[in-house]
């Protein structure tokens, strides 16, 4: 029982709580972005979204980051929240809810300038994902 609550102590991190959206777009495609160079995990490819900043909702943050990220406008309504991960990375413990958009204003663009594919959910598994990422291509195949 020492042993079991030593373990769990040693495990202790930081948690950082991350919203991501998958867009779907008329086609039933997803989009996916590559981290850009210089980030953390560079080079995967992720579904958009960002860290929960203090006072905000995860809905408050994808509706911020999709702007900011895709130049594309997001109704709360329109955010439907699918499923979450939760991933141990070496320094800290990642909770991801991930919601589902059909619906925005504006044309998805590459505001920050990284690369954006549309993808069907039975290719996602063709790219990298960041671990966190990994476990929700399942969930997104399963419901389009």
Do not use: N
């Not at 995990?41 to 911020?64: C, H, S």
């Not at 413990?93 to 505001?111: A, D, N, T």
């Not at 996602?124 to 291509?137: I, S, T």
């Amino acid at each position: 029982m020492v042993e079991e609550r030593e373990s769990r102590t040693s495990e202790l991190k930081r948690l950082v709580l991350v919203a991501a959206c998958a867009l779907v777009d008329a086609d039933g495609r997803v989009l996916i972005a590559r981290r850009p160079e210089g980030k953390p995990l560079a080079g995967l490819w992720e579904f958009p979204g960002g860290k929960v900043e203090p006072g905000e909702t995860p809905e408050d943050t994808l509706i911020r980051e999709l702007h900011e990220e895709l130049g594309i406008d997001v109704a709360k309504a329109c955010l439907a929240p699918l499923s979450f991960a939760s991933h141990a990375y070496e320094d800290f413990h990642l909770l991801m809810p991930l919601y589902v958009c059909r619906r925005w204003e504006g044309q998805v663009q590459p505001i920050e300038g990284q690369a954006l594919e549309w993808v069907r959910p039975v290719g996602l598994r063709a790219y990298p994902m960041p671990p966190a990422d990994e476990p929700l291509v399942a969930v997104l195949r399963d419901l389009l």
